[in-house]
C-alpha cells in the first residue's frame, strides 16, 4: 500500500485516524485544515448549521501530534462559519491556530456549547513557546447552559501572540491567562496582542480580559505583556482585569489604545478596569496605559478601580493617561480604594458619580487634568490624615485640593459648565 493510498478520503473521513496518519505526509510545518476531517462520505460543513465539532478536534489532535515533540504545526480554519457544540482537546504546548481574518473565519458556540474553545497549557520556554492565534471570530451564545470562554491559558506560557481577534457575545472569558490546571504555578510572560475586540461577553464575577497568577514558593509571575487597539463593549460582569493570587509580582503590562466601554443604561454590576483584587493579595506593580478610553461607567461602580485585599500590599507604580467620560457615564471615574506610587493624566473625567475617588489606603497619587481638574469633583476618606496624599499639577502650578485629603469630605467646584 503506498502513502497516497493511506490518505485516501476513507482515511480522511475518520478524524482521530487521520490525526495518527497525518505525519506520514506531512512536514511540521505544513498547515493543518479542519476541512481534512469531514464525517464519513461528506464535507464539513462552511455555513453553521451542521456541526463541525468532529473536524476542529480532528485538526488539533493532529497538530498536537507534532507539537508534542516540539515541532511546530498550525490549524487553520479557511473562510467559513463553522458550528461547535462539544469543546476540542487543549493544545499541546506551542499550539497555533489561523484563520484568514475575523471577517471570513467564524467558530459559532452552540448554546449545549460549555468549556473552553482553545486552550493551552505549559506553552513555556522550558518546553516550546509561543502560543498562536490569529484572524478568528467567535461567536458565543448567551442563552448556553454554561459558561463558554474563547482563549484560556492555563499553567505557564511564554511567547503568546493573537492578532485579529474577535469574540462576541460569550458568556464567559474572552481572554484568560494565569490559572492553574495541571502544575501548582500558572503565569503569562513575554507576550504581544494587538487587534482584540469584544463584544458582549463576560458574566457576573467572570471578566472578559483578566491577566492573573498563581502559585507559592519559589515561582515567577505573570509580566512583559504588550497589548494595543484591544476594544471591550458592553461587558456582562468586569471588563478588564489584573490581579495576583500568587507569590511573585504581577507586573511590567502595558496597553496602548485599549477602549472598554459599558452598556448606556446598563445594570451591570462591575468596573470596567481594576488594577489588584479585594480577595487576592499578590502583588501588582508597574503597569501602564497609553491612550486609554474608558466610556459610560456603571452606576454604583467605577471606570477605572486600584484596589487591593486587607493587609496585603496595594497596587504602585500604576500610569494611565487618556480620557473618562461618555453619553451616559452613570458611575465614577477614577477610584483609589488602594494604591500608592501611581500617575494619572486625564484628559477629561465627565462622570454622574464621583470623578476621583480616594480610599484610606492612597498615597502618593498625582493626577494631572491638562487644567481641567479644577472642575473635578473629589470624594475622599477620612483615614487619610498625611498631608500631600494627592498631588494635582495644574499647568505649571502644583495643588493640594483643600479639604480633599484631611476630611472625609466631597469637594464640588462651583463655577464650572456641565457639572452632573
Not at 218 to 238: C, E, F
Not at 278 to 300: H, K, Q, W
Request: with cysteine.
Amino acid at each position: 500500500m503506498t502513502r497516497a493510498t493511506l490518505l485516501a478520503a476513507p482515511v480522511l473521513a475518520a478524524p482521530f485516524l487521520a490525526a495518527l496518519l497525518l505525519p506520514l505526509a506531512a512536514r511540521a510545518a505544513d498547515p493543518i485544515s479542519i476541512l481534512a476531517f469531514a464525517p464519513p462520505g461528506g464535507t464539513v460543513d462552511r455555513s453553521g448549521k451542521a456541526d463541525a465539532s468532529a473536524a476542529l478536534a480532528g485538526a488539533i489532535a493532529a497538530a498536537n501530534v507534532f507539537t508534542a515533540k516540539g515541532e511546530p504545526a498550525c490549524v487553520v480554519i479557511p473562510p467559513g462559519r463553522y458550528r461547535i457544540s462539544t469543546p476540542p482537546p487543549a493544545f499541546i504546548r506551542a499550539g497555533c491556530v489561523r484563520g484568514d481574518g475575523p471577517t471570513q473565519s467564524e467558530l459559532v458556540l452552540d448554546e449545549t456549547f460549555t468549556g473552553d474553545l482553545f486552550a493551552w497549557s505549559e506553552a513555556w520556554k522550558p518546553t516550546t513557546p509561543g502560543p498562536t492565534a490569529v484572524g478568528l471570530k467567535i461567536t458565543g451564545t448567551r442563552t448556553a447552559r454554561g459558561p463558554q470562554n474563547a482563549l484560556v491559558f492555563y499553567d505557564r506560557n511564554d511567547e503568546v501572540f493573537l492578532d485579529q481577534i474577535v469574540v462576541n457575545d460569550l458568556p464567559g472569558r474572552a481572554l484568560y491567562s494565569g490559572v492553574m490546571k495541571h502544575v501548582p504555578q500558572a503565569y503569562m510572560r513575554e507576550s504581544h496582542m494587538r487587534s482584540l475586540r469584544f463584544f458582549n461577553d463576560g458574566a457576573p464575577g467572570l471578566p472578559v480580559v483578566e491577566f492573573s497568577s498563581e502559585g507559592t514558593g519559589k515561582t515567577d509571575a505573570t509580566n512583559q505583556i504588550r497589548l494595543s487597539q484591544v476594544d471591550i463593549y458592553g461587558a456582562h460582569g468586569p471588563g478588564f482585569v489584573i490581579r495576583n493570587n500568587g507569590e511573585g509580582g504581577v507586573r511590567a503590562i502595558t496597553a496602548e489604545s485599549l477602549r472598554i466601554e459599558g452598556t448606556e443604561n446598563g445594570t451591570v454590576a462591575a468596573d470596567l478596569l481594576t488594577i489588584g483584587d479585594p480577595v487576592m493579595r499578590g502583588r501588582v506593580f508597574s503597569i501602564t496605559f497609553t491612550n486609554l478610553e474608558l466610556i459610560d461607567p456603571y452606576a454604583g461602580f467605577a471606570a477605572l478601580r486600584m484596589t487591593a485585599a486587607p493587609g496585603a500590599p496595594v497596587p504602585y507604580h500604576i500610569t494611565a493617561q487618556g480620557a473618562i467620560g461618555g453619553g451616559l457615564p452613570h458611575g465614577e471615574g477614577l477610584r483609589i480604594d488602594a494604591g500608592r506610587n501611581s500617575d494619572f493624566q486625564f484628559s477629561a473625567i465627565h462622570t454622574e458619580g464621583p470623578n476621583v475617588v480616594t480610599g484610606p489606603r492612597a498615597s502618593k497619587i498625582v493626577l494631572d487634568g491638562y487644567g481641567n481638574d479644577a472642575c473635578w469633583i473629589y470624594r475622599a476618606d477620612s483615614a487619610m490624615t498625611h498631608s500631600k496624599q494627592i498631588i494635582i499639577l495644574d499647568g505649571e502650578k502644583t495643588r493640594d485640593p483643600s479639604g480633599v485629603t484631611h476630611e472625609s469630605t466631597t469637594l464640588k467646584p462651583t463655577g464650572c459648565p456641565n457639572l452632573p
